[in-house]
């Protein structure tokens, strides 16, 4: 619990200063400004009082207890004062100071060192090299930061690594008049942690809805378990930059090299019910409606309009979200068709047109409020000179202050001629947007926020499977970092329940002709050496040998050309009339492994139709895995060609991820291509790779 | 030339009225409110005096030439005004007055009717049900619209299908203190069209920028020629809206104009270099840079800041757009490495840091605009208060007053502090964003449209074809709507240099026997009936028929299935190891026909990896359409495949093109599959559609 970082009873400012420039001096300036609910003491051997507030030489020598220290002195004076305020009992120490760890070796040194320090004590350090934190709450009103966006009371709480993002966030809340609860810019993360903050917030009753800004997950498993839990009771809205191509980690093969940092990121805001923005102000705009609407039970709404052009873009950004247009109940229908003018539209959008006044515009809401058929609500207004705008606005508050189901606002108007009217609105609780598109936005994240919550929660069922053998298989190679042979790769899968193609491995030409004898040609000759990684491209597998002589041509060449490698060969019946299909697991760093999922060939490669969730796998997840590739219907059958099986492909799925998961040794597995047939007739492996690594 | 609409010299009003909420009342006001430079003539037989303005009871009782009229009387009555109005030798009639073409029948038989009338006098009707025009320019100010939002100079000119969506676009520039140029929301576009008005912008040298909301083009043709001119000079901004299906039925019902496809409007744009917007805020936003801002020569930016995470965010949107990030010159490094505190990260993005005054940030704006590497810079700069940020704003706007590049800054700061920081930098041109992601795409937009004017003209290049053989096998079919047998469209796509595999007709089994001898194995056997549309679905084609056996087996079986139809049936070779593309071509109502590509099959029908544009076919153009679908890789020889011949390819879609353009009677033309192979090996249409139609 951060009670001591977010509910201080004190706070002592360390490098306290009368330089009205200094962090120091700006940070007591906010604390009075925002009227801080305890004492406030100012650290600083040279001086006798700043701002009216009695200074002392060390925190030490203050006459209370002190909850929290700000410290903005020298990077390397740190860790003294930092001694003194661990002796002192202080429980939290934000540093703004710079230069630690994002200065290189001899700062992270120190970095680590302060840490040493305040845990001695069992202080916490908030930082370094951070802005620092806000609660709003009236009982504490805490503005312990350096910034300048004046605070007030509201449920939107804030975290975000990069102190500019966060007070772009703070900004445009400040600039609409809506408050927010807590903030925090943490800086290094030294110590104290996003997902901690993240917790404290899902735990903290008034606040309502958390917006996040990433830039690397410090702790990717905390994160996704602290979010799984918090995503349950209250939205968790996320910008994550660093998008573009960066840490890529250059592993052999493909589910490797497909793995960003950036789609771990995706999969954990999948699997925990994160919602994802890819711009700021998309973002603020859904907290906002987030803040003050209730979720909406279905994708069924409706637009009101009293002109024409912007419901329409309201339809194209709503439909293109997943939305849907409600069809109008019979009743609703009439009771519009009786209340509005002869030239208005009762469909969806109803465009209730411009002449309406508050008995029409209002009686329209009124009505759709009403119908189970619908909902939320869109309300699109411009203010038209020859109208009683604000009687409509008054109407709108009224009920929108009393309404059970979301409505979202589009205001078209100027504020000098119309503020009132916006004013009016929002007061009633109903966000004002200035834009169809924003609008519909805001309200398609709260529709989706509603289906996660109604997700079941993911049932696991263990598939049986003969872990034992696996066992076996898998110790044979501990500590090592290596490919298997293909044979100990078949095994594996097939104790897993996931059957690989008929394949014999010989080592020579007579055996190869014995074991074709008990094989249905045509058959496909591969190579089997560990040093020939992308057998395909080298020459390694050759498809179509109708009969024995084609094989044996087959083999001699291949035997030639890879001479050097002493090599194996394996030798399979070929499979027709099956889709092909790739799936593969890639273990995490302190995270469960990654599975994926596409159909094979160019659809993985040029087209990067792949899907990525993390294991473990519901069937449901699993299901969505299949469901959410593009090429979805080439499986269902596209083009009259046969279905594959997509139960036992999803089944298939949720037995690589057990594999993945029951061992940590697997590094990666590549099952490519696997062969899925019509319903009944089962899937075969055709190739697999497999490494494990040293876990030490 | 529309002068007489947006320079009018005099304005009467029909319908003009004492009852301030009255739309007559309302123009008097705005046109007064702005300061109209032109007498103001209020129709009214019933009032002496409207607004100090003495009242006659027709335009012919006018003692004085009027250029434009604005109506807004009932329906019914506009015709007899109308007369009057074109006796008395007005120009432009603005009917404001809706219950026209919108409302059904009898509406659009008086909408034709009073565009009847007013070409009988040489007059012209801007409307019905339209909102009117404005004219900032300070020797004509015109607001001859009775919307809102106050008028002042600026260089946008705005033309919207919609009103509300014409009055969001304004507001927006209102809301930031930016003026505009002329506007117009031209309603029911029965006479004065968006491309006239389009065309005028065009011409007017104090346009530097157009904004378009579109929701059906009512003459895409024309829109086409005119864009394409207008573009060369300047660049055009189009939202267009109706994207989804609901969307267009939403217009559908709104303006009661028909279903227009969305690939049309794009392959237009595409081809006139118009740039299209999904937001009108991302419209505006670019608007608003392309006022005050030169077009950057090359998409190599500069990204400074003095806080880390909004350049984070700047660098991901910048990226994504295809945009990229200079390397700045040793030159430019050393400069800003003597300039900059320690801290500071002399990269790209260059971080000033937060302490940077206006020496250090003015300084390395100043370097940066030196360094031949940069053609275009976002500034990001948060207010620290602890740093002099009015001075800043200063350099900033001094800086940018001369600069040559284009400059686009994003300011983060609280109005009421600071709002001299975004005041003085907007004063000097630079336009100034709330958010990274908004100063990113609008600058991106900028960069787009740099290289659409630097497109070379497409060169049109007649290819050498059989166009009399053509002639003659299309004018068998003169008058009828209907597919062609195959034979004829081979034929065809052979005289226009598209080769068709070798293939041979036949009625018999006997036939067949004989001339399959002639052919290599393996065939392919298909169905030759009208009947038969899709004959893979049907069981109308088999492949892999390898010997004569499999041939006559195949031909039974197809004859007994297809017998009702009394078909032929053809034969051809095999093709292997080609690409299979797609190739298509559908003619145009009043425009030029529209060519398509795609790789054939699921890349076409499920993943909808698709091209279009417009004939003609410039060399350019067609390769632009095979490097666009994403699946291109596979026609470079993904995975190790023998690369396609894209440059023939590019050809054969020149030759479609041709081919389509050529014969207006052709109305689709499906060639499906082509296989294409290596340089050298030419391609071969392996099988075709072709659908006339009668142009009666």
């Known amino acids: 619990m951060l009670d001591g970082l977010f509910k201080p009873r004190s706070v002592a400012i360390i490098g306290a200063s009368n330089n009205p420039l200094s962090i120091g001096h700006i940070v007591i300036q906010n604390l009075v400004d925002h009227n801080f609910q305890g004492p406030i003491y100012p650290i600083n051997p040279k001086s006798k009082y700043i701002k009216s507030f009695k200074t002392y030489a060390a925190v030490s020598e203050v006459p209370d207890e002190v909850d929290l220290v700000n410290i903005s002195i020298k990077n390397t004076l740190v860790p003294t004062v930092l001694e003194d305020c661990g002796k002192a009992g202080v429980k939290y120490a934000i540093v703004h100071t710079a230069g630690f760890k994002e200065v290189g070796e001899e700062g992270l040194k120190l970095e680590k060192h302060i840490v040493e320090i305040a845990h001695k004590y069992g202080m916490r350090i908030y930082g370094p090299n951070s802005q620092g934190i806000q609660n709003s709450d009236p009982a504490v009103s805490v503005y312990a930061n350096f910034t300048f966006v004046p605070m007030r009371p509201g449920n939107i709480s804030i975290v975000a690594q990069s102190g500019g993002v966060g007070e772009t966030l703070k900004l445009h809340l400040h600039r609409i008049g809506m408050g927010m609860r807590m903030y925090a810019s943490f800086g290094n993360e030294a110590d104290v942690s996003m997902n901690e903050i993240i917790d404290y917030y899902g735990q903290d009753d008034d606040t309502k809805v958390i917006m996040v800004h990433i830039e690397t997950l410090k702790d990717p498993a905390g994160f996704l378990e602290v979010a799984s839990r918090v995503t349950k009771k209250k939205p968790i809205l996320v910008v994550k930059t660093g998008r573009t191509k960066e840490g890529v980690k250059a592993v052999a093969s493909h589910t490797g090299s497909l793995i960003e ?167 009633s609780g109903i966000p004002v947007y200035d834009f169809a598109e924003s609008a519909s936005k805001a309200l398609a994240a709260m529709i989706k926020y509603g289906q996660i919550q109604k997700r079941p929660t993911p049932e696991l069922k263990e598939l049986p499977c003969d872990k034992k053998k696996a066992e076996g298989i898998i110790s044979r190679y501990s500590g090592q970092d290596r490919f298997l042979p293909q044979a100990d790769v078949f095994e594996l899968l097939n104790a897993y329940g996931l059957p690989a193609v008929k394949t014999v491995r010989v080592e020579t030409k007579d055996e190869l002709k014995k074991e074709a004898q008990k094989l249905n040609y045509p058959l496909v000759l591969k190579i089997d050496a560990e040093e020939v990684v992308h057998k395909s491209d080298a020459g390694g597998v050759v498809l179509n040998l109708k009969d024995e002589t084609d094989l044996l041509a087959a083999f001699d060449n291949m035997a030639n050309t890879f001479k050097k490698y002493k090599p194996a060969f394996v030798v399979q019946e070929q499979l027709v009339e099956g889709k092909e299909i790739i799936m593969g697991a890639k273990a995490g760093e302190g995270i469960s492994p990654m ?52 139960d036992l492909t999803a089944e298939m799925l949720m037995r690589l991820s057990q594999l993945a998961s029951d061992f940590p040794e697997i590094d990666e597995m590549d099952l490519n291509p696997v062969f899925v047939f019509e319903k009944g007739n089962g899937a075969r492996v055709v190739d697999a790779r497999l490494k494990v690594r040293n876990l030490g």
Chains 1, 2 share one sequence.
Do not use: H
């Open 595 to 646: 599975i994926m999922f596409g159909l094979g060939g160019v659809f993985v490669e040029t087209l990067k139709d792949v899907q990525f969730r993390l294991a473990p796998l519901s069937q449901a997840e699993a299901n969505d895995m299949i469901q959410s590739i593009k090429g979805y219907p080439i499986l269902q059958g596209a083009r009259g060609e046969k279905p594959a099986d997509t």
């Open 261 to 427: 940092q950036d789609t771990l990121a995706d999969a954990i805001f999948e699997k925990s019910g994160v919602l994802r923005f890819y711009s700021q102000q998309d973002m603020i705009e859904a907290a906002i409606a987030f803040s003050t609407q209730p979720v909406p039970q279905s994708e069924n709404i409706v637009i009101v309009t009293n002109t024409g052009g912007p419901a329409i873009i309201a339809v194209d950004e709503c439909i293109s979200k997943g939305l849907k247009l409600a069809q109008l109940s019979p009743e609703t229908g009439k009771a519009l068709g009786e209340l509005l003018f002869s030239e208005a539209i009762v469909s969806n959008p109803v465009d209730v047109i411009a002449t309406a006044g508050a008995k029409e515009y209002g009686g329209t809401v009124e009505a759709l409020l009403k119908d189970p058929n619908i909902d939320s609500l869109i309300l699109n207004f411009v203010t038209p000179p020859f109208v009683d705008c604000e009687a409509v606005a008054c109407k709108l508050a009224e009920i929108g202050a009393a309404a059970q189901k979301p409505i979202i606002c589009i205001i078209l108007t100027i504020e000098e001629r119309w503020g009132e009217v916006i004013r009016l609105v929002r007061q």
